[in-house]
């Protein structure tokens, strides 16, 4: 899995998350996206929208947009309220809100994750 996040508290409690549901996880802000699924076998991206180089939404269509990389689910989080539409429109497989905590996580991913 790829976690797209340059929020390192955010990092940090995601991955502990996840560690403990014993998922590997790739970190990067998203400026390594595309070397990254090129270099890993990557079952899902979990991507934050309020990057501060850009928002993850962009990164979203862009990477829908592109045949080598459409199959890979993405899953936007946000505290935004309007997160549920960000994510339709961006073309993702599904999002999490903030504040969430790990059930919301977990059952997100398991819904969507492509096991490797």
């Known amino acids: 899995m790829l976690y797209v996040?340059?929020?390192s508290e955010m990092q940090g409690l995601i991955m502990d998350?996840?560690?403990y549901e014993g998922i590997e996880v790739i970190m990067d802000t998203g400026?390594?996206?595309y070397r990254l699924l090129d270099?890993?076998?990557?079952?899902?991206?979990?991507?934050?929208?309020n990057l501060r180089w850009c928002q993850?939404?962009?990164l979203c269509k862009q990477l829908k947009s592109l045949s080598n990389y459409q199959h890979v689910p993405v899953i936007m989080i946000s505290g935004l309220w309007d997160i549920p539409s960000i994510a339709l429109e961006c073309g993702a497989d599904g999002y999490i809100r903030k504040p969430?905590?790990?059930y919301d996580i977990m059952s997100t991913i398991n819904l969507h994750y492509a096991h490797s």
């Open 5 to 7: 996040e340059d929020d």
């Open 17 to 19: 998350i996840l560690d």
């Open 31 to 33: 400026k390594n996206l």
């Open 39 to 49: 270099e890993h076998e990557v079952g899902m991206i979990l991507m934050d929208e």
């Open 56 to 58: 993850g939404s962009d």
């Open 100 to 102: 969430f905590d790990m």
